[in-house]
């Protein structure tokens, strides 16, 4: 799988953004997706995820907050970031998910591609 995020950059604190995301190489259609970030000094987290239908996921802290949607026919998944603070600051990664044995989704694979730097402003 090919990966590649882009989009963010710095956003005024409240404010919004849209990372979007380009995979290949996947039966996009068919395999859940996800948004991670990993803030400085702390562990990649996953915060958004849709599975192939359009059904979306997210953690507690981004929810109402954060919007993940995907384009099938493009291999394209987006994540619209509304009301941002300093915590949504982070390398932002998407990614394949499956369903893990606990029933939550769990990343596939190893290739992270390349991330995009969301830098929240005050």
């Known amino acids: 799988v090919q990966l590649q995020a882009f989009g963010g950059g710095v956003v005024p604190n409240g404010g919004s953004t849209r990372l979007a995301c380009a995979a290949s190489?996947?039966?996009?259609?068919?395999?859940?997706m996800g948004w991670f970030r990993q803030a400085p000094g702390k562990e990649r987290e996953l915060v958004a995820a849709?599975?192939?239908?359009?059904?979306?996921v997210y953690i507690r802290s981004v929810r109402g907050r954060y919007t993940i949607s995907r384009d099938n026919a493009n291999h394209r998944v987006f994540l619209q970031m509304d009301g941002v603070s300093a915590e949504d600051t982070a390398v932002y990664y998407c990614?394949?998910?499956?369903?893990?044995?606990?029933?939550?989704?769990?990343?596939?694979?190893?290739?992270w591609g390349q991330g995009t730097q969301v830098t929240v402003s005050s």
């Open positions: 849709i599975s192939g239908n359009g059904s979306p």
């Open positions: 990614g394949p998910l499956h369903v893990g044995y606990g029933g939550n989704y769990e990343r596939s694979g190893d290739e």
């Open positions: 190489e996947i039966s996009f259609a068919t395999t859940a």
